[in-house]
């Protein structure tokens, strides 16, 4: 892949969906995460686009899990595809 190709895939998002586990012990994404599944349910385009413009805190809140299974299986179900880590293995 060229230099352009990679730096077009990172400023569009390129960067793949991950599941991470926060200090708090509790599971969520990063990455590329695409909206139907980052924000909890019944948040509307115009709040998603607060949070894109002036901060996550003016957006809807952000799904969170209890289990790393349980975020996996929400972006499978989806047609998402979670890129694993070795230590998620």
């Known amino acids: 892949m060229g230099e352009m ?16 586990q926060f200090p708090t012990g509790k599971f969520g994404y990063v990455g590329s995460v695409p909206a139907d599944i980052y924000y909890v349910e019944g948040a509307s385009q115009d709040d998603i686009q607060k949070a894109a413009q ?3 805190r003016f957006g809807p809140k ?6 790393y299974a349980d975020a996996v ?3 499978q179900s989806r047609g998402y595809t979670v890129i694993e880590t070795k230590q998620d293995k």
């Open 5 to 20: 190709a990679k730096a077009l895939k990172l400023r569009n998002g390129g960067l793949g969906l991950h599941v991470i």
């Open 62 to 67: 952000r799904r969170i899990f209890d289990t």
């Open 73 to 75: 299986s929400l972006a």
């Open 54 to 56: 002036f901060g996550e």
